[in-house]
């Protein structure tokens, strides 16, 4: 079955700095992949969608990359903020209409 | 966008009882999941929400644990029963309005079992 790894180490950046977050995962090429954003004490927030077909995705200060050769996914902040600290889920297809998670990198932008 | 209401927010249950935990969207959606998130892990479908029919149950959840309602397009039950310490997690209540897009999520059960 397919796994997903994201590192388990907190990120910790300083204001203003680009964050990086990765995501591997071990069996399958997906269609697509998402990457989530999630508070404490709150539900997933959706941030991006990225095809297998597209090498790269912005909005706003976020870009992600996926690179199917290498079965990972970028994920970056730019000029991040102390707002941005949270932590980021990535979630691949893992059937019909399921989706299945990694268990989250935790970043923190200190001002 | 999907505006889903769970309730309660948070609760502390003695071993051996049941907590039901309810989900309302604003509006009718044809897929609703339950997830468990254990503290520092990620998050794992429990079963799909099926309107009118079983709920449709991953690998390792059954139905007499966790029995699911889905009495129409808008609202869920999920029970977790027969409480025992390891039961202690976030459960999340999601929709997916169309097919291979985003989840959207309630703001999650955090519940402890004493």
């Known amino acids: 079955s397919q796994k997903i790894e994201q590192n388990s180490e907190a990120l910790n950046i300083q204001e203003g700095k680009t964050a990086t977050l990765t995501c591997n995962y071990t069996n399958y090429s997906p269609a697509y992949l998402q990457w989530y954003r999630q508070d404490p004490g709150r539900g997933p927030v959706f941030l991006l969608l990225i095809r297998e077909n597209e090498k790269e995705k912005r909005k706003e200060r976020l870009k992600v990359t996926f690179d199917t050769t290498l079965k990972q996914s970028l994920f970056h902040i730019t000029a991040s903020q102390p707002a941005d600290s949270a932590t980021y889920l990535c979630a691949l297809p893992g059937g019909y209409n399921k989706l299945i998670f990694g268990a989250g990198t935790r970043l923190a932008v200190h001002p | 966008s999907a505006v889903i209401s769970q309730k309660p927010s948070r609760d502390i249950c003695q071993r051996g009882t049941s907590l039901t935990i309810q989900c309302q969207v604003d509006?009718?959606?044809?897929?609703m999941f339950w997830y468990r998130q254990q503290p520092g892990q990620s998050l794992t479908l429990i079963a799909t929400?099926?309107?009118?029919?079983?709920?449709?149950?991953e690998s390792g959840f059954v139905i007499d644990k966790f029995p699911i309602s889905r009495p129409n397009l808008t609202f869920s039950t999920l029970t977790v029963s027969n409480l025992s310490p390891e039961d202690s997690s976030i459960y999340l209540c999601?929709?997916?309005?169309?097919?291979?897009?985003?989840?959207?999520f309630g703001s999650g059960t955090q519940l402890s079992v004493l």
């Open positions: 929400a099926n309107q009118g029919s079983e709920a449709t149950y």
């Open positions: 509006s009718q959606v044809t897929m």
């Open positions: 999601s929709v997916l309005r169309a097919i291979n897009e985003k989840l959207f």
